[in-house]
């Protein structure tokens, strides 16, 4: 069975800076989906990057770009220029690409809670 | 992307009581999730709801405590039945528009209370 370990359930930015959040899975699978959801106190959640395992080039989305290690099955995400709207629970998610294996769930993290300070 | 709405957002029920939580899509997907969130922890799915199909469980979950239906290609529902405080959580829909391979995106979760 797969796994996603978040091993930072709190971490903290000053506005403007750079963070790092860190993301480990466990699969035996070749080919997969892993994502970065956002969870603010409105609970809704927010996605946000996407990538592909067969893609060596890394994924970015404006200020988010992730550090995609398939060998070390590891999946950081890097948050420039920090905002205080970044301030939520962010979720690292794996979803098999197999049709026959989990139906396309997804395996979620423990979460990482972000603070930004002004 | 896919928009979704959940309705009630949140509802405080009685022990013993049922509430069905519906989910809307503004288009068309072929899966349908529904997750648990209980506070301060990570999302756990409870079944997968596919249009013309039984909804598939995971363990620990079971049809009759959460039974789901899957009407048509944007609409589902999920009832927490026999309500108990252990069934305080948020519950969240999410959806991927065609394939395995598709983004799932979410709703706004419904918050439960059982007192």
């Known amino acids: 069975a797969q796994t996603v370990t978040q091993s930072q359930p709190e971490m903290s930015v000053q506005e403007a800076e750079t963070v790092t959040l860190s993301c480990t899975y466990d699969?035996?699978?070749?080919?997969?989906?892993l994502f970065w959801y956002k969870q603010p106190p409105s609970r809704q959640m927010i996605l946000v990057i996407r990538?592909?395992?067969?893609?060596?080039q890394n994924a970015t989305e404006n200020r988010f770009s992730v550090n995609f290690q398939k060998a070390a099955k590891s999946f950081s995400l890097k948050i420039s220029d920090s905002q205080l709207g970044d301030a939520a629970m962010y979720f690292c998610?794996?979803?098999?690409?197999?049709?026959?294996?989990?139906?396309?769930?997804?395996?979620f993290g423990k979460g990482t809670k972000l603070s930004v300070k002004p | 992307s896919a928009v979704i709405s959940q309705k009630p957002s949140r509802d405080i029920c009685q022990r013993g009581t049922s509430l069905t939580i519906q989910c809307q899509v503004d288009s068309q997907v072929t899966m349908m999730f529904w997750y648990r969130q209980q506070p301060g922890q990570s999302l756990t799915l409870i079944a997968t709801?596919?249009?013309?199909?039984?909804?598939?469980?995971e363990s620990g979950f079971v049809i009759d405590k959460f039974p789901i239906s899957r009407p048509n290609l944007t609409f589902s529902t999920l009832t927490v039945s026999n309500m108990s405080p252990e069934d305080s959580s948020i519950y969240l829909c999410?959806?991927?528009?065609?394939?395995?391979?598709?983004?799932?995106?979410f709703g706004p979760g419904t918050r439960l209370t059982v007192l």
């Open positions: 709801a596919n249009q013309g199909s039984e909804a598939t469980y």
């Open positions: 999410s959806a991927g528009r065609t394939t395995y391979t598709d983004t799932q995106y």
């Open positions: 699969t035996s699978e070749s080919d997969y989906y």
């Open positions: 998610a794996y979803r098999s690409a197999w049709s026959g294996g989990s139906q396309g769930n997804l395996i």
């Open positions: 990538q592909e395992a067969y893609k060596q």
